[in-house]
């Protein structure tokens, strides 16, 4: 997946070079001579990917990365330091950062290439996060700094050489305040776990160790598997592995890091994955937050009207396919405007909450329920018929007046009834149809004294509309 890829290097020649491999391969390449120049093109129109190289002329290229990561705008676009030599100090300086990764002069195609798939990737996903989460706030919940910690973080090696690692499993704990657990390779089926880490470091420099388990294989079937797929997860490559680890990340490896492992730098990619899980897990937390929102009421947490409307054609257009039956019943707690009068709003909510749960407990788990109104209230009864209904019914109307409803805290109460139309769905009836036939038998039980449910009758042809009473 293809997408825009900012080039920060002062060599025209080396901008040339880049920019024909990328373009072959389909990316939008833009171009930066200098530090100012990329940091004004990524805020105007924030790109997919950032290659920026070290030795810029004026401001230097680890700047660069600390202004694009501590900018709202940019902070979540992935950045790819390009360098001459391979000077530890700058490495650990650029992880420290934000950077996603280093690519020693001249540049690996096969290098490249991998780790532009693999962090474009990555930055959509974030971008198709934000569009649905638009309230959720763009920047991570702490910026990119040595000190910042993750101590509700799980982080699981697999490895064949437990020994070799508790270094760097020590060097984790220390450094990002996250629990370990070091487990052999027989532990591999960790998708079938009750309990998930965060984030899977897979040691693969074990010659034969794994047996059957093939490390790129259990790294594919962690992204595949809906369970496990944002789970973090990285790889230990064997010394000089460049297919290796190209291919890791072609099947949705987070990162990987050669081996010998330097403590240090495994500790700063696992903090940079753990920051950047941190912010999607949020964006995707606010995403459903939104989308509950848009569909419940407040109030009572019930179903709101356009998600009940909705949801309501559906099973209709459902249950004509199948010729299954659906009954609907319309709510409407009587005479509720003289509980605020005498009680004030705050009882008239307590009230509606209490009945919400009442009505939730009578109706079966597969009813559907909404607040529709003030005090009106519909529940959707797919597969059920008349007799069936009227029982439900029965079973809402007296759960409603057998029990007074609490008004303060001091335990005050109210007797509260509740008005009841019901209707069956007809061969041919639409749901507009269908809701104005149990509205119609809703009132006949308001106007025949309340506290009462009416059967929405149908009509003979030629006839007018009319319902048959049931009194409690």
């Not at 924030?46 to 705008?73: A, F, I, N, T, Y």
């Not at 109030?299 to 396919?321: I, P, Q, W």
């Amino acid at each position: 997946m293809p997408g825009r890829v900012l080039v920060v290097e002062d060599s025209a020649i080396d901008r040339a070079m880049i920019r024909a491999r990328l373009s072959a391969e389909y990316y939008e390449v833009i171009e930066a001579g200098s530090g100012e120049q990329a940091l004004a093109l990524a805020g105007d129109d924030p790109p997919d990917l950032v290659l920026l190289d070290l030795g810029l002329p004026g401001m230097q290229g680890l700047e660069v990365c600390r202004r694009l990561k501590s900018d709202p705008r940019t902070t979540h676009i992935p950045i790819l330091i390009l360098t001459a030599s391979d000077a530890r100090a700058d490495r650990m300086r650029g992880l420290e950062l934000g950077a996603d990764d280093f690519l020693t002069k001249p540049i690996d195609d096969l290098a490249l290439l991998s780790r532009a798939a693999s962090l474009t990737r990555m930055k959509m996903m974030i971008d198709e996060l934000l569009l649905l989460g638009e309230n959720a706030q763009t920047r991570f919940l702490s910026g990119p700094g040595e000190a910042e910690r993750f101590p509700d973080a799980h982080l699981l090696i697999t490895t064949a050489r437990p020994e070799a690692l508790a270094q760097c499993a020590a060097a984790i704990e220390t450094a990002l305040g996250c629990t370990t657990r070091i487990a052999s390779p027989d532990a591999h089926d960790l998708v079938e776990a009750a309990t998930l880490p965060d984030a899977v470091l897979i040691d693969a420099d074990l010659g034969t160790g794994f047996g059957d388990a093939d490390p790129l294989r259990l790294g594919a079937r962690i992204r595949s598997r809906a369970k496990t797929r944002h789970v973090v997860s990285l790889l230990i490559v064997p010394p000089d592995n460049a297919a290796m680890a190209a291919r890791a990340l072609q099947i949705g490896f987070s990162d990987y890091i050669a081996s010998p492992v330097d403590p240090v730098e495994l500790v700063a990619r696992i903090r940079l994955q753990l920051r950047r899980k941190s912010y999607a897990d949020r964006l995707r937390r606010s995403m459903q937050d939104s989308m509950i929102h848009a569909i419940t009421d407040p109030l009572t947490g019930l179903y709101n009207r356009r998600y009940a409307n909705v949801h309501l054609d559906d099973l209709v257009e459902r249950c004509r396919d199948r010729g299954a039956m659906l009954t609907i019943m319309l709510l409407d707690l009587d005479s509720f405007k003289s509980i605020n009068d005498a009680h004030g709003h705050a009882a008239g909510d307590m009230v509606l909450r209490e009945f919400a749960q009442r009505l939730k407990k009578a109706v079966r788990s597969v009813d559907l329920v909404a607040r529709i109104g003030g005090e009106e209230f519909m529940v959707v009864m797919p597969e059920a018929g008349i007799a069936w209904a009227a029982e439900i019914v029965e079973r809402v109307r007296s759960a409603t007046a057998e029990q007074p409803f609490r008004v303060n805290a001091s335990g005050d109460s109210c007797i509260v009834t509740a008005s009841i139309g019901y209707a069956a769905l007809q061969s041919g009836e639409s749901s507009l149809e269908l809701i104005e036939r149990a509205d119609r038998a809703l009132y006949v039980s308001k106007n025949a004294g309340r506290n009462r449910a009416t059967f929405a009758e149908i009509p003979h042809a030629g006839a007018s509309p009319h319902a048959r009473e049931a009194s409690p």
